[in-house]
C-alpha cells in the first residue's frame, strides 16, 4: 500500500489503482489524483515498463494522467451505475488477458457514475489499429461508451485501465469468477 502522498516507492512489478471515488471526484473523476505526488512514481515507472492496472476511478487516473488516453465523462444516462455487465475480450495476447480467449464473454460488475468512454476520432483510430482494445460491452454498454469500450491498453499494453472489477468477480462465494483470469494472467506473466 502506497499513500498518495507518497513521492516514493518500493520496487514492485505491478501497480493497481483501484476503484475508490479519489477526492470524492469533486472536481473529475481522477483529476485530483493523477496529480498526487505518488502519481510522478507511477509515470515514471510506466515508462520503464512496471505492468499498471487501474480499475473503474483508477481508469479514470490513468487517462487524467495521461497514461492512457481518451476520457471518462459521466453516464449516459447521468446515473450511477451498479450491477453486472457483459463483456467481450479483444485482445487475449497480453500480460493482463492471456488467461482468456479472444472473444470470450465475461460476467463482471460495475459501480460508476462517470464511465462513458471518449476519444477524438484519430485517438479512437489508432486503439483500433494498435489492437489497444482490451474489453469492450457485449451487448451491454451501461454508460454510453463510445464503441462499446469498457478497457483499453497503452501503446505497449503495459498498462490497462478497465471500468469493470475484474476484483469483485474473483470468488465464486461472491457471484462469479470471471476476473480470476485477469488476475491469473498477471500472476503467470509477472512469475
Known sequence: MVWHGDSEMAPT???????????????????M???????????????????????????????EAGLLP?????????KFVCRDVRIRVE?????FTSAYEQGQVLRIPV?????????QPDTLAALREGDQIAFRYDNDNPNGSLD???????????????MPHPER????????TDGQGLLQSLVA???
Open 13 to 31: 512489478d505491478l501497480i493497481v489503482l483501484p476503484g475508490g471515488f479519489s477526492y470524492g471526484d469533486y472536481l473529475r473523476s481522477g483529476a
Open 33 to 63: 489524483s493523477a496529480r498526487s505526488p505518488v502519481m510522478r512514481e507511477v509515470i515514471a515507472r510506466a515508462g520503464r515498463g512496471v505492468a499498471i492496472l487501474g480499475i473503474c476511478n483508477g481508469f479514470q487516473v490513468l487517462t
Open 91 to 95: 485482445n487475449s495476447q497480453t500480460p
Open 148 to 162: 462499446d469500450i469498457a478497457g483499453i491498453f497503452n501503446d505497449r499494453k503495459t498498462v490497462l485501465g478497465l
Open 169 to 176: 468477480a474473483a470468488d465464486g462465494m461472491h457471484g462469479g
Open 189 to 191: 506473466a509477472l512469475s
Open 70 to 78: 481518451g476520457a471518462l465523462l459521466p453516464n449516459a444516462g447521468l
Open 111 to 119: 459501480a460508476h457514475h462517470d464511465g462513458q468512454y471518449f476519444a
